[in-house]
């Protein structure tokens, strides 16, 4: 099984741990050969189900995809004992009380994806005799979702996102520029008005995945009118426009993957 | 996250530091809330300690989120079982433990044969500044044990402040002492006559960590949090709607002083275009026409639609000020109409968990 994965806390890419499918044998973490699940593939889906009363089946309900659970069971082996427990404490480390959230990314079949996660359970057991310990990681992620490439638009007035994944991808845009009162973003029949001002050097952001318009850091209630959310389907285009002032919009997205 | 401190009640002074093993507050605007705690003995602590900083009535359990008081209740009952080598305690908020158990009667006291009748007097005044002369009232005492750390947005609340600070208005009372009136029964009192004010205590710390209520009196809703429930990642969530027409009416009737033709009664309709459904609202011994017809107006204005609930939770980090507005957004949903519905937060209880089950209402319906 040819594949490397990395997982590191996010904020603290230098604490970066690397597992490999296919060795080195003699140095670092080695996935078994049937050590790592939950990553490719779909995962299973949850849905309410109302039975029909005195009818067969049920009512119609469509299904949602649970969150996706991975683990990772190998060897670590290091040189010496001592590089051993270095090894030992960075594996630790994700486990620790001040790791909230990780990092993890799977090169492999020619491609590279990641998702954001959270450690369910991160084991070291070392040999004793030789420089060499079993290990086991277990990972949770909220969703089923992967994600490629994130690109992001020039700064104009229209900005056309292009998603190379298999499913919806969220838009993030920046808004930057002036007006006073506020600005309209549309695409498709869809509208997102705020009224907050927009001022120069103070850029505006609207996740379009929770809704939020975040300004300083800050998120704004109360001062949008209307607030329609729109995604970038897998495989397709979708093209944002903003009126209002001196304003522009910059759209992010990440190739999304299910 | 959630951390916990006791204070003492008269002074807001910290006292320690408390880790819980159970927990349930809430805190609700024009009304009282009460929880329910337990945490092991820590092994620091002594005999002495333990009793000393649970006394009920004297002790404050403040519940923080990252450090900001969120909820202030006063313990009320504490418990011990052997089984479980736990202490438990019972607690409530100001309005609950405090206001319900101090009297009208003010600085002087009352103890009955006087050569005048004495009372809490308000004469020509806003019914939004009565609220502060009602709770001063049951602040200052004959001895110092009345003290408690309210403030009003402009200082701490005396005698003095609430007097300066009080606006001209319509509303006239005399609260005599031989009446023995509760300060939170008279509150409510002006509270359910039409244009009562809202009243919430809102914990909070001053520069030094010491306990304050500050008390909100009339239009709350300065906050504002939104919701867009078309999100993916939508913060609020587990939200339940209910219509209920069970206690609506439009006709309302007021009942006062008197009896069989003599009563008085004083009415109250909408223009008829649902069914007529009728209520009346006795006010005891009520003389003042104006006054009866306040409250049958408020009372209409009150029941005139059907009461609509909302429910749903939402994370602690999200932190709605009681009384403030939420925003829910929907689009094309089954029952809710596209766009912006407002609604204002009554009320809210958390456990040791950082989801927050909310009470909300239609800005306009019952509270």
């Known amino acids: 099984m040819s594949f490397i994965a990395t997982v590191y806390p996010v904020g603290r890419p230098a604490a970066m741990l690397t597992m490999r499918g296919d060795g080195p044998w003699d140095d670092g973490l080695v996935v078994d050969a049937d050590g790592f699940k939950g990553w490719n593939g779909g995962v299973s889906s949850h849905r309410d189900v109302t039975m029909r009363q005195n009818r067969r089946g049920a009512h119609p309900v469509r299904s949602y995809g649970d969150p996706r659970e991975v683990r990772a069971n190998g060897f670590a082996n290091a040189a010496t004992h001592e590089d051993l427990g270095s090894l030992e404490e960075r594996f630790s480390l994700l486990g620790g009380d001040d790791v909230t959230t990780v990092m993890f990314r799977v090169e492999e079949m020619g491609r590279t994806r990641w998702a954001i996660g959270y450690v369910d359970q991160a084991v070291f057991v070392p040999d004793g005799t030789i420089p060499s310990a079993q290990f086991s990681l277990q990972l949770w992620f909220e969703n089923a979702l992967k994600f490629g490439e994130v690109r992001t638009t020039a700064a104009a007035t229209s900005a056309t996102s292009v998603n190379y994944g298999n499913t919806t991808a969220s838009l993030v845009h920046t808004i930057t520029g002036a007006n006073a009162g506020g600005y309209t973003l549309t695409s498709g029949g869809k509208t997102f008005t705020t009224t907050q001002p927009l001022v120069a050097g103070i850029p505006h952001t609207v996740d379009m995945e929770t809704g939020d318009l975040i300004v300083a850091g800050v998120t704004i209630s109360g001062k949008t009118t209307t607030a329609d959310l729109w995604g970038v389907p897998g495989g397709g285009t979708v093209t944002t426009t903003i009126t209002g002032g001196t304003a522009k919009v910059a759209s992010t997205v990440k190739d999304t993957y299910s | ?367």
């Not at chain 2, 011990?80 to 009667?105: C, K, M, N, P, Y």
């Not at chain 2, 939104?226 to 206690?247: I, P, Q, V, Y």
């Not at chain 2, 006010?283 to 749903?312: F, R």
């Open chain 2, 1 to 367: 996250m959630w951390s916990f401190m006791l204070h003492d009640l008269i002074t807001g002074a910290p006292i320690c530091p408390l880790e819980l093993d159970s927990n349930q507050m809430g805190r609700r605007i024009n009304d009282t809330d009460t929880g329910r705690s337990s945490f092991t003995i820590p092994s620091r602590m002594s005999r002495a300690q333990l009793l000393s900083t649970t006394q009920p009535r004297s002790r404050v359990l403040v519940k923080r989120w990252n450090g900001v008081p969120r909820y202030a209740h006063v313990i009320k009952t504490r418990t011990w079982d052997e089984r479980t080598q736990s202490v438990g305690l019972v607690h409530e908020d100001l309005r609950g433990a405090i206001t319900t158990r101090r009297t009208t009667f003010g600085s002087n006291g009352y103890s009955g044969n006087l050569d005048i009748n004495n009372g809490l007097v308000i004469t020509d005044t806003a019914l939004v500044s009565v609220p502060a002369l009602l709770f001063w009232a049951g602040s200052e005492g004959p001895t110092p044990n009345y003290d408690l750390p309210v403030y009003l947005p402009e200082g701490k609340l005396t005698n003095a402040l609430a007097h300066s600070l009080a606006l001209p208005g319509t509303y006239t009372k005399t609260w005599w002492d031989y009446d023995g009136k509760i300060v939170d029964t008279a509150m409510r009192e002006v509270q359910d006559l039409d244009g009562g004010p809202d009243v919430f205590y809102e914990p909070r710390y001053d520069a030094n960590g010491w306990l304050q209520w500050l008390m909100r009196i009339g239009d709350l809703s300065g906050a504002t949090a939104d919701f867009n429930m078309t999100a993916a990642k939508r913060k609020f969530f587990d939200g339940t709607w209910e219509e209920n027409d069970g206690n609506a009416a439009n006709v309302l009737y007021a009942f006062g002083n008197g009896s069989e033709r003599g009563k008085k009664v004083k009415t109250a309709q909408t223009s008829p275009t649902l069914p007529a459904a009728e209520r009346i609202v006795p006010y005891g011994d009520e003389e003042s026409d104006s006054i009866l017809q306040s409250h049958a107006n408020a009372d209409l204005a009150v029941w005139k639609n059907p009461t609509v609930q909302w429910n749903g939770s939402t994370f602690a980090e999200v932190g709605i000020r009681a009384g403030g507005t939420v925003r829910l957004y929907h689009k094309d949903h089954p029952v809710h109409a596209d766009g912006w519905t407002s609604l204002v937060l009554l009320g809210d209880s958390s456990d040791l968990t950082n989801q927050i089950p909310l009470s909300l209402q239609t800005i306009g319906a019952p509270g």
